[in-house]
Nanobody, 125 residues
Framework: EVQLVESGGGLVPAGGSLRVSCAAS????????IGWFRQAPGKEREGVSC??????YYADSVKGRFTISGDNAKNTLYLQMNNLKPEDTAVYYCAADPDVVVNSIGHCTADFGSWGQGTQVTVSS
């Protein structure tokens, strides 16, 4: 069974940094498209960043501030978030799918097959 477990969320001041992690199991890490999504209260889940075939994609709102990366040895996905803004406040989810092909940020959608439970990131003003 594919399992994804996020961790590392918390409360940070605006301008601060945080790294969230996603521990993956039950599949071959490199064979999947993986990504980070977030959902703020009252809003739909949105794609933040995806990585597919070693290529990364970012939403315009986080470009230059966030970095997605994966550690194959640990089977873990990371999202390094710098210069955080209050509007980044959301529950952050990781997701994986063996078939979703991402070649633009527009394909980094909520159609992934497997999801983690989410980790809360709150950015204070």
């Amino acid at each position: 069974e594919v399992q994804l477990v996020e961790s590392g969320g918390g409360l940070v001041p605006a301008g601060g940094s945080l790294r969230v992690s996603c521990a993956a199991s039950g599949f071959t890490f490199d064979d999947y498209t993986i990504g980070w999504f977030r959902q703020a209260p009252g809003k739909e889940r949105e794609g933040v960043s995806c990585i597919n075939s070693g290529i990364t994609y970012y939403a315009d709102s986080v470009k230059g501030r966030f970095t997605i990366s994966g550690d194959n040895a640990k089977n873990t996905l990371y999202l390094q978030m710098n210069n955080l803004k209050p509007e980044d406040t959301a529950v952050y989810y990781c997701a994986a799918d063996p078939d979703v092909v991402v070649n633009s940020i527009g394909h980094c959608t909520a159609d992934f097959g497997s999801w983690g439970q989410g980790t809360q990131v709150t950015v204070s003003s």
